[in-house]
């Protein structure tokens, strides 16, 4: 809003001359009842819009990109709530440095500043806890309500015992964000679809983050297609979500949707993926999946028929497993590696040193054109050295299946 920009004429008292410029025009205002009527106005009037949310931000000592990015996505907060919120930070001992780190670190605690934090902050400061610790490391605390918080609370004490909930929170400051299965929404939502407990406790130990949305949208998304699309089964979608529960965390429209239709455009079964490996759902289609497909091609490997035959091979790495394995197939005389791989493709899964253990223990029983016979047999390779190869030879030998009268192995 327009605002007069007063300053005191020289020469004269300020009470009888006054410089007033008012909208690009400089007008002189002489005479008590004019220097009344402009200092009323330069002090009352529109006080709510003297501050804005980006001077509010700057006074942190943001600077730079991030100040902008702030001030953006946030132009149309309330910057006397965002003020008070902070005021509030520094009550509790916060200073301004950390407090710039915070929303540094947590964009949205902008919003979240807005709402009043005195009463989660007095609660944390009156059970003998850090907040400023508590919020470095997990700023999302912020987002609490006082009764939320309450909640979370009484679950701790009885969990580790009322005297050492301070001692906790602020070594697991995450934790005050836990909430009972009961009010999770991700929770909620998959036991009204059928999953089970068992499968549903499984999820909880290893991929308890998922207990934290606020939301099942994406979830419900993600289960949807599963079904509807591609046709799941209850029982299906219990084993995936089960294998893997993480799958649920990824979005569906950059990660799982894209992976699965470039899948299907090369002649992988999509049952095959979610079945025995839904986890390269999470790989980069871009980064890794695409790059991976192409080098097997470039071999002249049967893409479809080497990853529906082992689709763990989609996660193996590229640079640091599949190259150097190729080359050492090829110095072993492996002469038709894409037959090979296209035949036995868990070969590339195989550490170099094991492959090289299996070959110097075959070369050492004299086994005849070595790089014909993996041509033909590859699955050879994929043998255990010691639960298989070794005792087996052992055994052929003693009844003479193994090596001839002459002592030389036979053909």
């Not at 497993?321 to 110095?331: A, H």
């Amino acid at each position: 809003a327009d605002r007069p920009a007063l300053s005191v004429v020289r020469g004269r008292m300020p009470e009888y001359g006054l410089g007033v410029e008012w909208q690009g025009r400089h007008q002189r205002k002489t005479g008590p009842l004019q220097l009344l009527i402009c200092l009323c106005y330069s002090v009352f009037s529109h006080p709510a819009t003297s501050l804005c949310v980006r001077d509010v931000l700057a006074s942190l000592g943001l600077r730079g990109r991030v100040l902008e990015r702030l001030a953006s996505s946030h132009g149309a907060a309330d910057a006397r709530a965002l003020s008070d919120g902070l005021n509030a930070l520094r009550d509790v001992g916060i200073r301004t440095k950390t407090a710039a780190e915070l929303l540094r670190k947590q964009p949205r605690a902008v919003e979240w500043l807005q709402q009043s934090p005195t009463p989660v902050l007095s609660a944390l400061h009156a059970i003998g806890a850090d907040p400023a610790l508590i919020l470095r490391c997990e700023p999302a605390v912020l987002s609490l309500d006082e009764a939320r918080l309450g909640q979370a609370l009484a679950f701790l004490r009885g969990y580790v015992g009322e005297g050492r909930v301070a001692e906790f929170v602020c070594a697991q400051p995450h934790a005050l964000m836990w909430r009972s299965d009961a009010e999770a929404p991700v929770l909620c939502y998959l036991r009204e679809l059928g999953i089970s407990e068992r499968v549903l406790k499984r999820v909880k130990k290893t991929f308890p983050s998922l207990l934290l949305l606020e939301s099942a949208s994406n979830v419900k998304l993600t289960t949807n297609y599963f079904q509807d699309t591609l046709g799941l089964s209850s029982e299906q979608l219990n084993k995936l979500v089960s294998s893997c529960p993480q799958l649920l965390g990824l979005s569906l429209r950059s990660n799982i949707r894209p992976t699965l239709e470039f899948l299907q455009a090369i002649g992988v079964r999509e049952e095959r993926i979610l079945a025995r490996h839904p986890q390269a759902l999470g790989l980069s289609l871009e980064a890794n999946i695409k790059p991976t497909v192409e080098f097997l091609r470039s071999l002249g490997v049967d893409v479809s028929r080497a990853i529906n035959s082992h689709p763990a091979l989609l996660s193996v790495s590229l640079e640091g497993k599949l190259v150097p394995t190729v080359r050492f197939l090829l110095s072993e005389g492996i002469t038709v590696p894409a037959q090979a791989l296209s035949a036995q493709p868990s070969i590339l899964s195989l550490s170099i040193e094991s492959l090289q253990a299996k070959i110097a223990f075959l070369h050492e029983l004299g086994m005849p054109r070595l790089g014909a016979q993996l041509d033909s047999y590859p699955a050879l390779l994929t043998l255990s050295l010691e639960r298989n190869l070794r005792p087996t030879a052992a055994a052929l030998n003693e009844y003479g299946f193994l090596v001839n009268s002459s002592g030389k192995m036979r053909a």
